[in-house]
């Protein structure tokens, strides 16, 4: 686990990311019980990425600055390159 205040929001907002997108994969392709067509996507996925965003740079803060070497602030820091990098690339090939 992380030791730093920053270490901790970063892991946890990426906890928070990869929770809601999750369930929101498994309300739509398994249960059926929403649409990715519906306006509820359009604010969850901002909101989320958004939060993932924040935890790659308290994640970078945090491994600089304060010298944190924990493992999970380095995954964190992964998902929110993975996030960042997703972004420009997937509006490069969309096709609405």
Known sequence: MP???????????NAFFLIVIAISIILVNELD??????HWWDVTVPITFLASIIAFILGIITII????????VYVSVAIG????????????FIND
Not at 3 to 13: A, D, R, Y
Not at 33 to 38: A, P
Not at 81 to 92: N, Q
Request: proline share 3%.
């Open 3 to 13: 030791k730093t205040i920053l270490g901790k929001w970063s892991v946890w907002l």
């Open 33 to 38: 019980l929403l649409s990715y067509n519906d």
């Open 65 to 72: 600055k304060n010298k944190e070497r924990s493992v999970l």
């Open 81 to 92: 390159l993975l996030v960042i990098i997703f972004i420009p690339l997937h509006s490069l």
